[in-house]
C-alpha cells in the first residue's frame, strides 16, 4: 500500500518466500503472514481504513497472524503513540504492547546508521534510522531482542517481530530470516 515495499519483497524472495502486495482485504486470502514496512504511517492508517483493510488485519493479527514491522511498520503494530498528533487522531492496529514515540531519533537530516547485536542471531547487523520511533514502553509479553542507547530497537511478541530501523535499506535479511524462522516453528 505504502512505503518501502520493494525492498522487502526482494529480500523476502532471496530467502525463498512467495510474496504478494496487500492492498485489499481479499489480499489476506492470499498470505500467511504480512511484513509492514517502513515509510509514512499517518498513510498506512487513512489508506487501510479507506480500503477496508484495517479491521481485518487488526482482528487476524491479533488472532495470532504472524506480522513484521520496520520503522512506520512498528508504530502502525503498537498499541499506543506517545505525543500523537493532535489534528490527526492516528490510529494504529493496536496489536503489539508497546508505546512508541513518533520520529523520536530525529528528523530526516539526522538519520543515522549503526550496528546492532541481535539476541539469537548471535552477530551484529546494520541498521539505518530515519525519522525513528522510539520504542518508550513494553508490556509483559514483549521480548527485547536489540537494545540502542538504553532503549528497545528490535521487540518480539509471539508471532509478531518489530523493529525501529530499517533493516531492508540495506538487503540486510537476518531479522527477516529470524522472524521466518520464528512463524515456521510456531504450532499452528
Ligand atoms: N516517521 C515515520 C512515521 O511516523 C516513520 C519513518 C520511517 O518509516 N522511516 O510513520
Not at 479491521?55 to 504472524?66: C, N, T, Y
Not at 539476541?119 to 513494553?138: Q, V, W, Y
Request: proline share 5%; glycine share 8%.
Amino acid at each position: 500500500m505504502q512505503g518501502d515495499f520493494a525492498a522487502h519483497i526482494k529480500i523476502f524472495q532471496d530467502l525463498g518466500a512467495k510474496t504478494h502486495l496487500v492492498r485489499a482485504p481479499r489480499d489476506l486470502e492470499e498470505i500467511d503472514a504480512i511484513a509492514i514496512p517502513g515509510g509514512e504511517s499517518t498513510v498506512m492508517s487513512r489508506l487501510s481504513e479507506r480500503y477496508g483493510l484495517f479491521e481485518p488485519l487488526r482482528a487476524r493479527i491479533d488472532e495470532g497472524f504472524p506480522a513484521f514491522g520496520t520503522c512506520a511498520g512498528l508504530i502502525f503494530l503498537a498499541k499506543h503513540i506517545e505525543g500523537a498528533s493532535q489534528t490527526f487522531q492516528q490510529t494504529t492496529l493496536g496489536v503489539l504492547d508497546c508505546t512508541v514515540a513518533r520520529n523520536a531519533y530525529g528528523a530526516q537530516r539526522e538519520s543515522f546508521q549503526t550496528t546492532l547485536e541481535v539476541k539469537e542471531l548471535g552477530d551484529s547487523i546494520p541498521a539505518t534510522f530515519i525519522r525513528a520511533p522510539k520504542i518508550t514502553a513494553i508490556g509483559e509479553n514483549v521480548e527485547v531482542l536489540a537494545s540502542w542507547n538504553g532503549a528497545p530497537v528490535v521487540v518480539r511478541q509471539q508471532n509478531i517481530v518489530a523493529c525501529s530501523f530499517h533493516p531492508e535499506i540495506e538487503g540486510e535479511h537476518r531479522l527477516h530470516q529470524l522472524w521466518l524462522k520464528n512463524i515456521q516453528g510456531r504450532p499452528e
